[in-house]
């Protein structure tokens, strides 16, 4: 609807009749179009005060060069990016097709305006200049620019933009009066926002512009030498007309007031929370209010408002904080996923003016212009909270003396890094987000929120947002908290401290904007830049404490966590100086693994490396495992892997459908991050390659990745993604059978179809073969069955265990280890244990030796606790690399139901057409959704599953695009 949106307002300036008519049908169409999803914005929360005007939206500005004077008109949509405007214009062609990102010409190094009219009236000029009307204004304000630019009305300076993480606020007010004449008039006035290269930022904007390792290499750099890609009005921007006041900004934070607990808080049975309220204020001229804050977990009826006089407001900015409590009778606590439920609630805030405030703009309406009327309307906001306790362990916590005698300590300790939420250990099990694009203005919140949800659905309980890219949207924080995703998050920067005040007052808002959500539980100052570097100790963490004290602090990601700053038993900011700790790293990053063997923008530019396969994996009973034993937690470590043929292939020419390109290699150089390529071949500007991957487990020699065409590239990318997920799989297998308490793989998402990290697609939904928040790739499905589950069982040589990291017994489990017959799909029993008792988690392990194994293995655990026989755990196990077990080329079909199910997901039927197995089956298809397994062992020749749409069901995309492939018709 958005890219149609935008067309039609274009139209609208000729015909608005056909526009209005033609958005109606669409409107309709949406209203009955049958499981439709609500709407969700990617708006940030406006400053509250008073009427707020739009000055965003589809074709709302339009975008001009002064060195391009024939450039034809271009509509500016706000929120959005230059890139994506100029190509919706057809004045470019998609930057991420083929290598369109290195035609930089026309829009590298020029500069480019934004501009459109704000309308005032005799009123508002009246308000604004007057001496009479002191405490009226309006309020100019962008949330986020990205790129220096500077902004001015009616050819007057307004002010500038350094850093694209700050919000900027102007008053008109003081706009009008600091220029003679004020350049403001009735009716039309001109506002603009100029980028202009020669604007020095130092860097204040996402660190992967321009290039990651996943990310397209766009070759441009900013005149103070930052790689640079695209620039905009990448957030909302708007008109707030205030009377009197303006709440800039409503904080809201909850601590907890107990002392920590080792054991999880009971549902009403626990100390209270106490809730610290601040109002950060913008008042033209000095003022008072009184102040009403209505939590919804108190009824109305049995409790009035909390009210407070604020007796002086100065002019211009100011804060005002009130405490209050929530005993645990009057709540419920919130829950990560899969521990209990996420109870969110209201806190609303009203401000009502003061009587002489009502009076003086009474009387300054003049003759018929509502004289008697009460123009000084009460400023309300909300935000929507909950209450938990996260705390970050170091120590050994099930010792009750060390608790006791840290209850008050400050530092962190060197026992290794856990967690607990409400007092109950987690075993955290997750992955890293990066920007969902390149160029903002694809951003889509539907997007944003499925994203959340599929990391949800695969198992995870947290997400930690990389420090090199954005604070995202509010869509997605909103998802976590309603889902139980948490967030470890951090700071934005460059790994230094440049000292610059733009990058404080970013710091600042993105805190306030951020304060209240309950997902998110941890920031860290930086990126693997340990801290100290450039002074983000103690720098940026001394504006981080000041802003906020409910959440954890660690000074980087890795990190060793402190000398002192922060107490001992939960992490949490104690008031004592943050100075960061000189012991050994209880975080770590690593190990990767990525492809070689073909001259790329990343990795070894000349050599095949083929690493070891890891098959069987190396298991065995070694060092103790549980809470108060020595510990570990990974926050990176991943694979790199290739988007499926769906995702790729429209970003591509036909003719270049193939792992190597399709034409000559390039000659690249460097040291693989990146390296410096010269050639057109467009794979070699795809981040990774993957041939050694696909060797190592799939045999054959390079040649392979030379063939072009449709089932040619279909086979390398599908080989490509199984590996990937082999090396993930055998890395999160190897993690949990030690004393890991924190697995985050790098990375979740995909920035565009490429040889990247993540372990969904690319997921903008606008752009063709692609699926709204990413098709999951094999790796996710696994996630969600024998990954991530709380419990999981993994083979080894000779070695299985059984790790149960649910706070939670099960008194008996069965376990069940079969081989797999090659010839007859037949299972096997090999190895059965019934009545096992499993304890508690997380950190709960049993080991046992399996006899005769074959090269492929089905293993289960279940339940036998009251004979209910639930599935705890289940995995297929490969105890070689798969070129060696003798697959069939097997023909499977498929057949979509006729009817979809009363939830709207729809059957799936396969049949296989002879007795041998057939390993890794996965389902593709351009429909939107996931399906129920994939990238699975199939035995049975007739077995269901189900696609579970991720929008409204489209049965005939599904039946018409689904693909069924597994490793016997390639290997």
Known sequence: FVPFARKMMMVARRSPVIVSVALLVVILSSCFAYGAPPAYTLDDAPIAGGVVQSLSGPASWSVSSPSLPNLKEVAGNVPGDLLTDLFEAKVIPDPIYENNILNSTLWDNRVWIYQRDIVLSQQDIQDISSSNSSSSDILLVFDGIKMGASIALNNAPVGTSLSQFERLVFSLRVFSKSVSPSPLKVGANTLTVTFDP???TGGLFAQCTGGWDWAPYSETKTRDGYTSFGLGLWKTVYLTRLSWLALTDLVVQTHYT????????????????????????KAATATSARLQVRPSWVPSEQQPALSANIPSIPAGESTFSVQFFANASQISLWWPAGLGKQTLYDLDVLLSPPASVMMTMNNNKGEGEGKGEVVAAPVTDSRRIAFRLYALVTGNDTDPSYVARSQNATGSDSLGMRVRVNGQPIYIRGANVIPMDTMEGRFSADAHRRMALSARDAMMNMVRIWGGGIYLPQIFYDTCDEIGLMVMHDLMNRGSWTGAPREESAYRYQLRRLSYHPSIVQWNGCNECNGTAGSI???????????????????????NGWSSGANKLSSLPDGQPIVQSRGPFQEHHGPYQHGSGWPSKNGDPANLELFGSQLPINIYPSDPIGLGRPNFFISEFGSSVWSSFESLSPTVDPSHWSLHGGSGMDTCSGYGFPNECIGSNVMARRNYPCDSMVMVYFGGLQYQFDGVGEEAFRRQLYLCQIAGALIVKIDIEQFRSQNAFGTMIWQLNEIWPTGGWGTIEYGTPSLSGQVVGGRWKPIHYW??????????????????????????????VNIQVYNVNMSTSALESIYLEQGVPLGAGPGMIHWFQMKNPENLITALVTDASNNNGNILAQNTILRTEPRNLGLKPVAITATVASQPNPDQSITVMLTKNAQEPALYVTLSTLAEGSFSRNAFLMVDNKMSLTFIPFTSLDAFLLRTSLRVTHLGMYV
Not at 543 to 559: A, F, H, K, N, Q
Request: glycine share 4%; aromatic share 10%.
């Open 198 to 200: 020669n604007m020095v």
């Open 258 to 281: 107990g002392t920590f607990p080792t054991s999880p808080l009971q549902q009403g049975d626990h100390a209270p929370f106490k809730i610290n309220v601040t109002l950060h204020l």
């Open 537 to 559: 100790v103690p720098n940026a963490m001394n504006v981080l404490v000041s802003e906020d004290t409910s959440r954890v602090m660690w000074p980087s990601c890795p990190g």
């Open 783 to 812: 996630l969600r069955e024998s990954l991530f589950t709380d419990v999981i069982i993994a083979c080894g040589q000779d070695w299985c265990y059984v790790k149960n990291d649910l706070y939670q017994a099960f008194p008996k």
